[in-house]
């Protein structure tokens, strides 16, 4: 069985501080004005809380529109991803299980997010399962809405076949192709039937974005590439079938955006040009297509209004076409390709010259609001302003060949270009390590000039691509600002077979490197020596300055910092002993011609705060000291030259070990302290417990956990009440601030070690009663965010009285200023919680142990909301402890889910409940279902016992029966 967990993101967690995405202003489509007059909207959707199947950049674009309109947002990611920023930018998330794309295309467990979650609508983003009618049937059968077309538009544009018919019969133009799949002997009669020169295509029936595409020039090899692309198409998109269209060498892809509400309303908002690709994968895109004419824009958009209408197109979605390069009239030639019923990669490029938010539109759409509510009729879409241009960057090596390799790593500078015009649409960040399961695209450059001249726009785009800083990982940024200096790409003389026949003159040099607008590591004009940085008179104020000055006005932007190894032969066959690491000379111990032994002390650096004994690893005789004390060296640079006279041993290390058994008076301080947390020095604590019959917390823990699997957080922390108590007494008496926990494994021997994690926490009732204090506050916020961000279990033994009075350290504040109450009900329903209680329980721990998914308690147990204080403060009466919530009445009324006899009872029922969350085993037994023959008398007025026929059904020992004296009509195991 598999187990979805979601988790909320804590606000104010220190995450990422720099925004990577600036956006243009676009014009919210409530203002879009028609006759010149604004069209109001309602503001308020509604939709209240969209899921996002999708991850990345694009993921995070929506989750953005959202927000704009007051949408709340839930992201989705199995843990191979937990690291990509959209996981971190939604109100929610939820943890897929699986890894790779699969955890993203498993229909059923998206949906289940989205009904966990509590989501009205889904939005698919591209790509996974955004054109998959299946799932946007299941969507609709859990009664959420797909943010997109309808299932049968999917159906429809899903198989290209299809959809040729479909512009058949409204008089759009297509290619000579198969009107169905065709099978490899097909093919090559339908290659061999065309006329001499010409070429043809194989497609895959369903999917798209080049996936299962090849183009076949001749008949060598013809089985192999069918097979490849079958096997492609059959990988991508679950079907290998293929169908054939006659290929145009030089063509030019033209795709028209399209918006409709499904009543059969349709706008265009213009033509994108989308010729830039490699291997039928887009690389470059431009809005508007520049120097396409008139006539031939015309009628390419007139052929997408018709079929958009034809089928009621709801959503957004585009129409592609392909021209004739060598016939760019107006009269020219054009043909319908296929349609892609989702929101595209390049949708950013048409929102920049329109003005128009495409997704937020999308979202408006699904919300049930026509194009007249929007204000959006075809005449109040404005004309495109300018050019925009986006350039995709993706993470791989180019070979000579054009052939790109992706590539991974971890990016240790992420710094993208901002400025008017500009647009980063990414999800890389510095420290993102990436995956290789996923796409290559790491980030979308989006540049948009508002000049009618298109060259305005290149040069925007490539001083952009000028100031991406990307480090860490190889990306494509050259070779993007190669393409956009190629003569033929500014002269708009390319096809859709440009980078293919251009790819060496774009992936090789001509010389002049690209600029790199950015700032990068200080650069030196000569081997510095062994100084690390710059040796200048510290005594005078302008020292600094004037040597700025000095490399600033020598230094060009090829001087690189001198890394050339150091020489370590010194005089008279000297050895230099390197710095290991690079500091500040703190003393030196030795001076030319004193003799050292192996072990003595040479120099002490001083790095990071840190004092590092550099010691000698080999005997000789000191021939040059380098370095004075207050230098700064390099790391490898030799501190002594020293002429050997003993073992030939490698020289100079850090010292950083002593006597391995040799305790230091600062560990051995530690040791005490954590011996005041023990149950062997608390004695009176101990019998205090005693007295009762009951354990401590330490021991219910040891019975609970595996042995010495538990990792104790914050075991020396004490009550927060310095300004009251001295530190000998809050030691001695307030250890662990009353709350023992931290990370262990429970059921160990069933469960491997991932699904046999647990957090286990309790309150220590020899500690104030077990109440609840701003250490232990704070302990347990740390470990309730790891059970969020690791889907880990919670087992918490909750006994005691509540908030405490009387801590007097800290700031100061209201009940409000605590998040751990509401941090612990997040995770209810996400992780499992068990509660168990002994004794008393009472306000605050009552709080917590109400929202755990389990409640386990003592016979001895008494549970209220109130304890005996408050009720008698208001006025209610006078009552014990034992009075106010005993078994007697939490039972039958439903609170308690088991009531077991003891602590030690307990914590079994806790470790039987929470396996039921770790996996499966082996080693089970069924019962002999036979006896099930007998369970049900032939007399039908006898009764029988329905618990023994549950007993019978399952595997031996496995029942659980929950609130057994409650609604006593109904089982419940």
């Known amino acids: 069985m598999a187990f979805v967990i979601t988790e909320c993101h804590v606000p104010g967690t220190p995450c990422f501080i720099r925004c990577n995405t600036i ?6 489509v409530n203002t879009i004005r028609q006759n010149n007059l604004p069209i109001p909207l309602e503001d308020s959707m509604a939709l209240t809380k969209l899921l996002v199947a999708n991850r990345g950049e694009i993921a995070i ?31 929610e998330t939820v943890v897929l299980p699986g890894s790779g794309a699969r955890a993203y295309l498993d229909i059923e467990q998206v949906v289940n997010a989205a009904k966990q979650a509590g989501c009205d609508a889904v939005h698919p983003g591209y790509g996974f399962l955004a054109e998959n009618a299946q799932f946007a049937r299941a969507l609709e059968e859990a009664g959420i809405v797909f943010v997109g077309p309808t299932a049968d538009t999917l159906d429809l544009f899903g198989d290209k076949i299809r959809a040729r018919e479909l512009a058949t019969e409204n008089d759009v133009p297509v290619l000579p192709g198969t009107a169905e799949f065709v099978t490899v002997d097909e093919a090559r009669e339908f290659f061999e039937s065309l006329a001499p020169g010409k070429a043809m295509i194989l497609k895959a029936v369903v999917g798209g974005g080049g996936r299962g595409t090849r183009e076949v020039l001749t008949l060598d090899d013809f089985e192999e590439t069918f097979e490849q692309c079958s096997g492609e198409a059959l990988a991508s998109f679950g079907n290998g079938d293929l169908y054939i269209e006659q290929f145009l060498p030089r063509a030019r892809h033209i795709e028209v955006q399209m918006l409709g509400d499904g009543s059969g309303e349709i706008v265009h908002l213009w033509e994108r040009e989308c010729s830039i690709q490699r291997r039928f994968q887009k690389i470059v895109e431009i809005a508007p297509a520049p120097g396409l004419p008139e006539g031939l824009r015309n009628r390419i958009i007139d052929s997408a209004i018709r079929l958009a209408s034809a089928v009621n197109y709801r959503s957004l979605g585009t129409f592609e076409f392909l021209l004739d390069a060598n016939q760019w009239v107006d009269d020219g030639p054009f043909y319908f390709m296929e349609a892609n019923a989702r929101l595209q990669v390049e949708h950013t490029v048409t929102e920049a010259v329109t003005g128009i938010d495409l997704v937020e ?54 710094d993208p270009p901002s400025g008017p015009g500009i647009r980063i649409d990414t999800y890389g960040y510095t420290g993102y390590t990436t995956n290789p ?40 940024l050259s070779f993007l600002q190669t393409l956009l200096k190629h003569q033929d790409f500014t002269g708009l003389n390319f096809h859709t077979r440009f980078v293919a026949e251009k790819a060496s003159e774009l992936v090789g040099s001509d010389g002049s490197p690209h600029p790199r607008l950015y700032a990068e590591p200080a650069m030196a004009l000569a081997d510095p020596g062994g100084y690390a940085g710059a040796q200048i008179d510290t005594s005078d104020p302008l020292a600094l300055f004037n040597h700025d000055r000095d490399v600033k006005s020598t230094q060009t932007p090829a001087a690189k910092v001198g890394n050339a190894a150091p020489d370590l032969t010194g005089p008279d066959g000297s050895v230099g002993f390197p710095a290991p690491i690079q500091g500040t000379i703190v003393s030196v111990h030795v001076s030319e011609g004193d003799n050292v032994n192996r072990g003595d002390q040479l120099v002490v650096i001083e790095s990071m705060k840190l004092f590092h004994i550099i010691k000698a690893e080999q005997s000789g005789v000191i021939r040059r000291v380098t370095m004075a004390e207050g230098d700064t060296v390099r790391q490898g640079y030799p501190l002594v030259y020293v002429e050997l006279s003993g073992d030939n041993d490698e020289a100079g290390d850090i010292e950083d070990a002593i006597d391995p058994d040799y305790i230091r008076p600062d560990l051995e301080l530690l040791y005490e302290r954590r011996a005041f947390t023990l149950d062997a020095n608390r004695p009176d604590a101990v019998a205090s417990r005693r007295r009762f019959g009951y354990r401590t917390a330490r021991e219910n823990i040891d019975d609970l956990v595996d042995e010495g699997s538990f990792v104790e957080f914050g075991p020396i922390v004490v009550a927060a009440q310095r300004a009251r108590r001295t530190e000998e007494w809050l030691r001695e008496r307030t250890p662990a601030d009353g709350m023992v926990l931290g990370l262990a494994h429970v059921n160990g021997h069933l469960f491997p070690e991932t699904q046999s994690r647990v957090i286990a926490m309790s309150y220590d009732y020899t500690v104030f009663a077990g109440t609840q204090g701003t250490r232990n506050h704070y302990k347990q916020d740390r470990m309730f965010d790891l059970a969020h961000r690791h889907q880990i279990p919670v087992i918490a033994f909750m006994e005691g009285g509540g908030g405490r009075p009387g801590d007097t350290d800290g700031k100061g504040g209201v009940a409000m200023d605590t998040k751990t109450f509401t941090d612990w009900a997040k995770l209810s329903g996400l992780v499992p919680l068990v509660g168990i209680t002994n004794g008393r329980c009472f306000a605050g721990n009552t709080v917590l142990l109400a929202c755990c998914d389990v409640i386990i308690a003592t016979e001895g147990s008494t549970v209220g909301m109130g304890g005996p204080a408050m009720i008698e403060g208001g006025g209610v009466g006078i009552y014990t402890p034992e009075e106010v919530g005993p078994m007697s009445f939490q039972v039958p009324n439903g609170v308690i889910d088991i009531l077991v006899k003891d602590e030690a009872a307990a914590v079994a029922t806790a470790k039987k409940y929470v396996s039921y969350f770790q996996g499966s085993t082996d080693d089970w037994e069924a019962n002999d279902q036979r006896r099930l023959r007998h369970v049900v008398p032939e007399d039908r007025v006898m009764s029988y016992d329905m618990r023994e026929a549950i007993e019978i059904i399952a595997d031996k020992y496995s029942v659980l029966e929950i609130r057994r004296e409650f609604g006593i009509g109904i089982i419940t195991a």
């Open 23 to 28: 956006e243009f202003g676009f014009a919210p």
């Open 61 to 91: 674009r929506i989750m953005r529109a959202a927000a704009d309109l007051g949408i709340s947002t839930v992201a989705v990611y199995p843990q191979d991803d937990a690291e990509s920023l959209h996981a971190y930018k939604a109100d």
């Open 361 to 414: 539109s999308q979202l408006r759409i699904a919300d049930g609001r026509s194009l007249a509510d929007l204000g959006m009729e075809q005449s109040s879409i404005p004309a495109p302003r300018g050019f925009a241009i986006q350039a995709r960057v993706n993470m791989e090596t180019i070979t000579a060949d054009g052939t790109a390799l992706p590539s991974g790593g971890t990016f240790t500078s992420f």
């Open 437 to 476: 399961s996923y796409d290559s695209l790491i980030a979308k450059l989006i540049a948009h000039s508002p000049s009618s001249d298109f060259a305005d726009a290149v040069r925007r785009t490539y001083r952009a691509l000028s100031e991406f800083r990307i480090e860490g990982v190889p990306t494509n």
